[in-house]
């Protein structure tokens, strides 16, 4: 039972370095750090180092007046002491730069890399299972959140659609009645009223005729 404790602590340890690797890797990863050097000015402009701490790592050309320093030795100061701003770490205080995070990302895969050669083959494996079981559940997770979005977004947009629809129904026949001088009448209605208005005239013309005709005098009596 122990050694199953130990052996889980071990992996647990693997899998926190490798997904703090993947993690930084968002930008991608630089091929190597091997060769590459800083100046002290540099390692405290773009790695936050304090001149103090640079003064404890060794200088690759002492003898020169402008000491150079390997990048890996600066970016593990920097991660180790896990430097904050603001309450962010390095990682996220690096964020905006690309080039940073992905030299970082290297840094923190060589660490890995090193712990790795410490313990058993079977416990790296179950490590980089565990880390990649991860890496798939979160992929999975957000591809689900995206067609759920893209359902919501199709929904809303036939929403759109057919608002768009009747409102447009709506203003045409809205100007088709400020066309028409007034409100639009239907045609059983117009045909009523026309029907109406040539009873009249002829009511009319009826009477005109009858006022015309001469009236016949009434026979006085005696």
């Avoid at 712990?115 to 798939?136: G, P």
């Amino acid at each position: 039972i122990k050694a199953k404790h130990e052996k889980d602590a071990k992996v647990k340890e693997l899998v926190v370095k490798l997904e703090a690797a993947m993690a930084a890797a968002s930008n991608g990863v630089a091929d190597t750090l091997e060769g590459l050097t800083i100046s002290k000015t540099n390692a405290k402009k773009e790695w936050y180092c304090q001149p103090h701490e640079i003064d404890r790592l060794s200088p690759l050309d002492p003898g020169k007046k402008t000491s150079k320093y390997a990048l890996s030795d600066v970016i593990g100061m920097a991660h180790r002491r896990n430097v904050h701003w603001k309450d962010q770490p390095i990682g996220k205080r690096i964020a905006p730069y690309p080039e940073r995070m992905k030299q970082y990302a290297r840094f923190l895969f060589d660490e890995f890399g090193l712990q790795c050669q410490a313990v058993d083959d079977d416990i790296v494996q179950l490590a980089h299972d565990t880390a990649r079981d991860k890496l798939e559940q979160a992929v999975k997770a957000k591809t689900d959140a995206v067609a759920k979005a893209q359902t919501d977004l199709d929904a809303e947009q036939n929403r759109l659609d057919a608002f768009n629809d009747m409102a447009g129904g709506m203003l045409k026949k809205a100007a088709a009645t400020e066309g028409g001088g007034g409100k639009a009448v239907s045609k059983k209605t117009a045909a009523a009223a026309a029907a109406k208005g040539g009873s009249t005239t002829n009511n009319q013309k009826e009477n005109t005729e009858n006022d015309s005709k001469p009236r016949a005098k009434k026979a006085r009596t005696g």
